[in-house]
């Protein structure tokens, strides 16, 4: 099974930073996927990070306020643009081995957020 | 909109006994089910699934049941042990969009001795 290294695990960010997470997978996959989970909400998808283009963003979830790379097929990032006490949350990287095998979707621990 | 739902925040049980997880959905067009389990400061790790072509399936002390008509589904843990103590997570996924999963809020099981 693939495993996910992310970082920073947690965060203190002023009101109006930007926070750039890392995560790096220690084989190559074929999807990656950043996830939020607000305080007693569910995951939430934000976007698919694709290998050399532009990001797929879900309804709700802008590049400008979350701004995504992936340079090649083990490595992403997530930046929180512009925080806000609102973006306080725990941020997920995720990535498939298999494309449409659900079981292989492994985790990153997770970057725990707090915006003052 | 809540697609995935799992009502009960948090369930305590004594070890031996069985947990009984549920989680319900309201999507029809959802035909694949996973189950993912979190510690603290981990990531949710994957733990059992089910395709809706099935009403049950089974891995060691872990159980799956699907209740389609319902929408319902439901993670049996027997015997229980303290280790299961996490948070499980229900998620869903869409024949038409295998790859974006939709998780319920989480279900915290306490497992005491």
């Given amino acids: ?116 | 909109d809540q697609q995935v739902k799992q009502n009960s925040p948090s369930l305590s049980v004594q070890e031996g006994r069985i947990s009984i997880l549920n989680c319900d959905y309201t999507n029809s067009m959802f035909d694949y089910f996973l189950w993912y389990k979190k510690y603290p400061a981990e990531g949710p790790t994957f733990l059992i699934s089910i395709s809706s072509i099935k009403d049950k399936n089974e891995d060691g002390r872990f159980t799956v049941f699907l209740n389609k008509s319902a929408k319902h589904l439901s993670l049996h843990i027997v015997p229980s042990q303290p280790g299961d103590s996490a948070v499980y997570f229900c998620a869903a996924s869409a024949y038409y969009n295998t790859d974006k999963l939709i998780f319920g809020t989480g279900t915290r099981l306490q497992v005491f001795p």
């Avoid at chain 1, 083990?74 to 643009?81: A, E, K, N, R």
């Fill in chain 1, 1 to 116: 099974s693939a495993v996910i290294s992310q970082k920073p695990s947690r965060d203190i960010c002023q009101r109006g930073t930007s926070l750039t997470i890392q995560c790096q997978v220690d084989s190559q996959v074929t999807m990656m996927f950043w996830y939020r989970q607000q305080p007693g909400q569910s995951l939430t998808l934000i976007a698919t990070a694709n290998q050399g283009s532009e990001a797929t963003y879900e309804s709700g979830f802008v590049i400008d306020k979350f701004p995504i790379s992936r340079p090649n097929l083990t490595f992403s990032t997530l930046t929180v643009s512009n925080m806000s006490p609102e973006d306080s949350s725990i941020y997920l990287c995720s990535a498939h081995q298999d494309a449409g095998i659900n079981e292989k979707l492994f985790f990153g621990s997770g970057t725990q957020l707090s915006v003052l």
